[in-house]
């Protein structure tokens, strides 16, 4: 499982530049960490929307692939219940709700570092024939 992560890693440079360090792995999981850096965020001040979601994304693309096949994502949803601060240090958490032979289903709550969820994302993928 966390080598299929890390050879997805290796070519991965989007991810990389975030900052992005697995902290655990498993079938159909995955918890990771970031740290928000100035030049992640808006005019607001603000983490941008899109480095959280592509946060939860990476979550959502490295729990989907533990199984050994190659996943690609479908669907993605997100929702932001709180502002992520530049600064922060923030944690993604996916855990699979729904695996059948051609899609999965996955939740994935992203936290900073009091616990306060900042963001909440869904994702659905396909599940390709080829393997890892």
Not at 17 to 35: F, T
Not at 76 to 90: D, L, Q
Request: net charge neutral; charged share 20%.
């Amino acid at each position: 499982m966390s080598q299929i992560i890390d050879r997805m890693l290796e070519s991965d440079a989007f991810s990389n530049w975030m900052g992005i360090e697995v902290l655990e792995s498993g079938k159909g999981h995955c918890k990771l960490k970031m740290l928000v850096r100035p030049e992640m965020c808006n005019g607001f001040g603000i983490a941008h929307g899109g480095i959280t979601f592509s946060f939860a994304d990476s979550a959502l693309a490295f729990a989907s692939n533990t199984h050994g096949k190659k996943c690609v994502a479908l669907d993605c949803s997100i929702s932001f219940p709180n502002a992520v601060k530049v600064g922060e240090t923030i944690f993604a958490e996916a855990k699979e709700e729904s695996l059948t032979n051609k899609t999965g289903i996955y939740l994935i709550k992203v936290t900073n570092q009091n616990n306060d969820t900042v963001a909440l994302f869904k994702g659905t993928v396909y599940r390709t024939s080829k393997e890892w």
